[in-house]
């Protein structure tokens, strides 16, 4: 078994909110991530794939299918996107970093598997300080 991951970077808005939560209550667990008028972020996305090697080829995937993959699921779907108002497969969601790599990592999983290789895990970088990183359920 061998793993391979590709970066790709997006730059999207959101907050953190309830509906059925009061503006204090938001404001008091969300804090400055409740804004109102949104905030945003430069994300960085590793997408880990795992497989064996094809004899053929010498690749677990080819990485321009790879790319094309992540850009026509993910970032043309998010890049400088509002995650709350503008993604199709986040709505009704919590736009937290949590739930938008799991979400991420559900888009990618039935393609990747389409091409004979196994989705390892989703990296997303918030910030320079802050990440998830999951690995399905």
Partial sequence: M?????RERFNSAHKLFREDWSDEQNLEVFGKCSNPNWHGHNYELYVTVKGEVNPKT???IDLKELKRI??????D????KNVNLDVDFMAGKMASTEVLAMEIYNQLKPHIEA?????????LCETENNFVEYYGS
Avoid at 117 to 123: E, G, M, S, T, V
């Fill in 58 to 60: 010498g690749f677990v």
């Fill in 2 to 6: 061998i793993y391979i991951t590709r």
């Fill in 70 to 75: 992540i850009t026509s699921q993910v970032t």
């Fill in 77 to 80: 779907k998010l890049d400088h």
């Fill in 115 to 123: 091409c004979g290789a196994q989705l390892d895990k989703i990296k």
